[in-house]
């Protein structure tokens, strides 16, 4: 660095704020390495945690709510039924429909008696359609631990129940949320997925999650298990009939009743395709930001975040390069640059580990800018619920509900 360059940045007060907090984001980047080492040593989920002699398994009801998914719910279904599980029955809510879910269901419910179909054809006011349906399985079931997942979730390991039901009594938790690969094929997925990923990380570390001293909560509905009574201490669907996010509902009453509360990694051993095509991607995430974040300030917190960190040293290594080739103070916007330039690959060290992580190819993380200023029109979108926005879901509208 120049004295040229010094001496403007201790005189001109914009600029060395501008070059400061450049390399200040470079730091705050290269710490989150030390987040991504303890993320390496959070436990994995395998089968070899199906340790347990299958005659001491609890009798177990998996749920499954599924509303227009003909193209994934027999998939679900086959991989759950595959489940070397003693004591399993499957309960899957055909919930409004207007394609061939529910015939699908029923099917293959003529096929295996351990399938239990339940179709709803409405949908009672001060519901949402997801907990409504799942509200209406658990009458049908007869097990002493439930599990809840969705209906695109794709099961590849056999031992999956079994390595989780497990490693819940063994490790004494009452609430078990194992989350999943996510698939991603197209563009856009691939996108928006890892930085919307990345924000849920921002707010939901997982060692705080597990911690139970802390209040932050978290579970993913693609998969939570806990036992009959768990369920029950915490009411139930019935107790937030319209919440959009039932899965946060459930985690967030988990740590204020002192119930156990983890969350781990699924090693590969199911995965889900959250959200085909740009539109279900914009809907999807907004939903689950206005959810998840809770608040408006949490939701402000999340702009700021993703505008400073994620976005200034892109837009400030390209305003800056393009002021020195004009020949505007080059040697100032030379180390202008030059801090932006820092602040990227502190940036791009941490996101190629945690694509990796994700299970995204890493050479996406280069378009990471392009998914973080998605992110901030979705947050942006999220936060026009608080000025009473709906929300549109599975073919249905809802007003409020976080």
Known sequence: MSLALLDFAFHVSWAAAWFWVLLLIGLVWARRHLAL???????????????????????LS??????????????????????????????????????????IMDDMAARDARLKPVHVTH???????????LHQAIGQATGDYFCFTDADCQFHA????????????????????????LEAYTFWERIVQPPAGAIMVFWFPPEKVNNPNSPRAYANGAFMLMSRRSYEALGGHAAAPNALNEDMHFARRAKSSGLRLRVILGGGMYSVRMYVGLRQIWNGWTRIFYCCFGTL???????????????????SLLVALGLAAASVAPAVFGGIAGAAALAIVAQQSVLWRFYVLGRTPPAWALTYPIGAAMCLAITINAMRRYAGAATHWRGTSYTGGA
């Open 123 to 133: 949908l009672p006011a001060g519901w949402t359609g997801k907990n409504h349906a």
């Open 158 to 181: 056999p031992e999956l129940l079994a390595a989780a039901v497990c490693f819940a009594l063994r490790e004494k938790i009452d609430f078990l949320s194992v989350l999943p690969d």
């Open 37 to 59: 080492n303890r993320a390496d040593q959070q436990k994995t989920l395998s089968p070899q945690d199906a340790s347990a002699p299958p005659a001491t398994l609890p009798r």
């Open 62 to 103: 998996v749920l499954v709510a599924a509303k227009d998914e003909e193209p994934n719910i027999g998939r679900c279904l086959s991989g759950l039924l595959a489940q070397h599980y003693p004591g399993l029955e499957v309960i899957a809510t055909n919930d409004r429909s207007s394609d061939r879910t529910g015939p």
């Open 297 to 315: 300030p949490h939701l402000l917190v999340s702009v700021v975040f993703l505008s400073v960190f994620s976005l200034l040293p892109t837009v």
